[in-house]
């Protein structure tokens, strides 16, 4: 009798050992591999590159319509289809997310659709941020807060005009700081599902 009372003790405090332990755990954060930005957009010397064939196979992100200034037209933004996957489930954007925003012109007209109808006409310019988790590129200037930078006219979209992000794109970053220097609140194939 005795020893199945320490037997059945002992029981006890092993169960309540993995209890403590159980709830101690935190769940883990899921392993995202790193994703193609960097062969696809970067040089091995941290300049970045574009090309519209690097753009193929990514996933459009969301829209915006600027229709006045110097950034009027539509935004398209489109990224890998992995790097939405990794947010849903880590909601952050892993090594290796490709961010390419395309503005295009656009003009006005009627249509069956109704009157004043914005219709897209050219490509002007070209943004990209390539997510970098482990600061490869430190002292770049066109990399910093934890991103590539660049921009990529219309008409020479093989040459970034970018020279500094500090200078040349964190201006209009700065209310996103919060969310990774991105407003994700544009993109519904970011929202919770």
């Known amino acids: 009798m005795i020893s199945a009372l320490r037997s059945s003790k002992r029981v006890g405090f092993a169960l309540l050992a993995i209890f403590l332990v159980a709830g101690s755990v935190k769940p883990m954060t899921p392993v995202v591999p ?3 930005g960097f062969q696809r ?3 091995d010397d941290g ?3 574009f090309s519209r ?3 193929r196979g990514l996933t459009h992100l969301g829209s915006w319509f600027v229709p006045e200034g110097d950034a009027r037209g539509f935004h398209h933004v489109y990224t890998q289809a992995e790097a939405i996957a990794a947010y849903h489930a880590t909601g952050r954007f892993p090594d290796g997310t490709a961010l390419v925003k395309e503005i295009v012109s656009f003009q006005r007209g009627n249509y069956t659709t109704g009157a004043d109808v914005a219709s897209a ?4 310019q070209w943004f990209l941020m390539v997510k970098d988790a ?3 590129f430190e002292h770049h200037p066109l990399w910093g807060q934890g991103w590539g930078w ?3 006219l219309g008409e020479d979209p093989a ?3 970018a020279s500094d992000h500090r200078e040349d794109c964190l201006g209009c970053h700065i209310p996103a700081r919060a969310s990774d220097w991105v407003y994700t609140e544009g993109y519904p194939a970011l929202w919770a599902r």
């Open 134 to 136: 482990s600061r490869r």
């Open 121 to 124: 006409t050219e490509t002007r």
């Open 159 to 161: 040459t970034n005009v």
């Open 150 to 152: 660049a921009l990529f």
């Open 47 to 49: 300049s970045l590159h």
């Open 34 to 36: 790193p994703l193609d």
């Open 41 to 43: 957009f970067v040089h």
């Open 53 to 55: 064939e690097a753009t």
